[in-house]
């Protein structure tokens, strides 16, 4: 189980010293539970402080999963990896700069369908990725089924399915973050023959390398 091992809270610009700790970065549209989970893994205790140069909230905890200790980190709401908001370009950031242990893609398991292409940019971007089908008693109760198991095997990423607010699937979450091995995924989305060709093309010539994929970087 995860318990906390740094009490502290703080305000102001984000400190840069880089953590030696392996990171677990939670994305994810506005208001799908993302502070939710990243309050249980940091037992509510976390230093909140602003992106540099930005007026944007970063918070971060750290915890441990089955003995071993993580930072965790959640970043602003985010619609796509194509950002219009500053918080967007904020959370756009953390895929370019950094290179986590895993990303958490939590997502609003009512509204799924609108949340899952966020998912396949993801997954475009070929990051390490798990996916959380969050507040399944509310599709529930509105006679949505979701058949985890076929999603996973779709998009070849692991999914979990809680119910934050109620604890509920936390443990299989810390589970899988604990047994957590990263795979190559193929793209899920396949253009036309010139778009293809296109992005063949200038991924060529992108020699620097980043948090993502070159083929995410070209639609970037």
């Known amino acids: 189980m995860l318990s906390i091992l740094k009490k502290k809270r703080c305000c102001g610009q984000e400190d840069e010293t880089q953590s030696d700790l392996e990171r677990i970065i ?35 905890g750290k915890g441990r999963i089955d003995g071993k200790e993580y930072e965790i980190i959640d970043t602003p709401g985010m619609y796509s990896l194509l950002p219009i908001t500053e918080e967007e370009r904020v959370s756009q950031s953390y ?36 996916l959380v089908l969050n507040m399944m008693d509310e599709a529930t109760e509105r006679g949505i089924e979701i058949n985890a198991s076929r999603l996973e095997q779709e998009l070849g990423v692991l999914v979990i399915c809680t119910t934050s607010i109620k604890g509920e699937g936390l443990d299989k979450l810390e589970e899988a973050i604990s047994k957590y091995s990263f795979r190559h995924v193929d793209s899920k989305v396949v253009y036309s023959r010139g778009i293809e060709y296109a992005i063949e093309s200038i991924s060529s010539l992108i020699q620097d390398e980043y948090g993502i994929s070159k083929r995410a970087l070209v639609f970037k």
């Open 26 to 60: 939670l994305v994810g549209n506005p208001n799908v539970g993302k502070s939710v989970i990243f309050n249980h893994f940091s037992d509510s205790y976390a230093i909140v402080s602003n992106y540099p140069g930005t007026t944007v909230s970063i918070s971060k």
């Open 95 to 130: 895929l370019f700069d950094n290179d986590p242990f895993v990303y958490v893609h939590v997502v609003d398991a009512k509204n799924i369908q609108r949340m899952l292409p966020l998912t396949l940019q993801l997954i475009e971007a070929e990051v390490p990725l798990i």
